[in-house]
């Protein structure tokens, strides 16, 4: 099983500003993906990331996964209070995920 | 959430008790997978099911869980005689092969335990 590290754990800003949260492991992602998850709920998928070095963007999301494959981040840019959650990295390894311990984002109106 | 329904949303039961959890994947989805998240973790995996078959058992404790996936009807997540620290919240996912390269999840069963 592979094991991600992410951090910060917990994170609160004001609206308007910026924020990226990091995934890092020890060894190499095959892919990996970053979800959303808000209290009650389950997780949201937002994206996958297969090719080092790849950037992907939703809408004020940038998904940016290393070079060497062992890191990945996520910026949030002008951040508002929806998008408040929960964020998870997981790593895929054919049908199983395994997932970060997630960052808590609080976005303040 | 896609068409993964689980049920009860919330369970409460007290220790020794057993407690059922069920789980309709999306329509034309026969791969289900069941994930734990406990306080300030991540989701863990816990079984991987088919049609009938469990494929993969590896996360779930040898003792007291079991998991099945009839060809009728949905997918059921049974603890028996349950402790404290099987408090947390369950996810069904589903998807339409075995990669996990598009899962969908329900929104959960929160148990807790008295």
């Known amino acids: 099983t592979q094991l991600l590290k992410q951090s910060p754990q917990f994170l609160s800003i004001q609206e308007g500003e910026n924020l990226t949260v990091y995934c890092n492991s020890s060894?190499?992602?095959?892919?990996l993906q970053w979800y959303r998850q808000e209290p009650g709920e389950g997780p949201v998928l937002l994206v996958t990331v297969v090719t080092g070095g790849e950037v992907k963007k939703l809408k004020r999301l940038t998904f940016q996964f290393g070079d060497a494959r062992k890191d990945s981040s996520l910026h949030i840019t002008a951040a508002q209070p929806g998008d408040t959650g929960l964020y998870l990295c997981?790593?895929?390894?054919?049908?199983?995920?395994?997932f970060g311990a997630g960052t808590t984002v609080t976005v303040r109106a | 959430n896609a068409g993964v329904m689980q049920n009860p949303r919330h369970l409460v039961r007290r220790r020794g008790q057993e407690a059922r959890l069920r789980c309709s994947p999306v329509k034309g989805h026969s791969h289900v997978y069941w994930y734990r998240q406990l306080p300030e973790e991540g989701l863990k995996f816990m079984v991987y099911?088919?049609?009938?078959?469990?494929?993969?058992e590896s996360g779930m404790p040898k003792e007291r869980f079991s998991a099945e996936f009839p060809k009728e009807g949905p997918s059921i997540l049974r603890i028996q005689q349950v402790v404290r620290g099987d408090s947390a919240a369950y996810f069904c996912?589903?998807?339409?092969?075995?990669?996990?390269?598009?899962?969908?999840f329900g929104s959960g069963t929160q148990l807790s335990v008295l």
């Open positions: 997981a790593a895929i390894n054919d049908y199983k995920l395994s």
């Open positions: 099911l088919q049609k009938e078959n469990i494929i993969d």
């Open positions: 060894s190499v992602f095959s892919s």
């Open positions: 996912a589903s998807s339409p092969d075995r990669v996990a390269i598009k899962l969908f």
